[in-house]
Nanobody
Framework: QVQLVESGGGSVQAGGSLRLSCAAS????????MGWFRQAPGKEREFVAA????????HYGDSVKGRFSISRDNTKNTVYLQMNSLKPEDTAVYYC????????????????WGQGTQVTVSS
């Protein structure tokens, strides 16, 4: 089992940037595909980004393509989400997730979840 803790959320003006981090426990971090999801009030949990075990393949949701980037450092057991050109509609709780299988776009496929970190973008 892996435990995940997100950090780096906060408040930022539209057009600004934030960098989220997800620190994972355990000795097998590199065996998990990792993903970021977000959920705004009254909306379903939305796929944001995912990255393969070695970081060679990345995938993004349509709403964040060209603005967000996901990366990982397996030596630090950490996955990152760099968010640029933030918009008010990016406001949500952002969750880090780990998948024992291959990269997936649906939250149902992920096995472990962090507690979430709030991102608020003001206009």
């Amino acid at each position: 089992q892996v435990q995940l803790v997100e950090s780096g959320g906060g408040s930022v003006q539209a057009g600004g940037s934030l960098r989220l981090s997800c620190a994972a426990s355990g000795r097998t971090f590199s065996s998990y595909a990792m993903g970021w999801f977000r959920q705004a009030p009254g909306k379903e949990r939305e796929f944001v980004a995912a990255i393969s075990r070695s970081g060679g393949f990345v995938h993004y949701g349509d709403s964040v393509k060209g603005r967000f980037s996901i990366s990982r450092d397996n030596t630090k057991n950490t996955v990152y989400l760099q968010m640029n050109s933030l918009k008010p509609e990016d406001t949500a709780v952002y969750y880090c997730a780990a998948d024992e299988g291959l990269v997936s776009l649906t939250p149902l496929s992920y096995d472990y979840w962090g507690q979430g970190t709030q991102v608020t973008v003001s206009s």
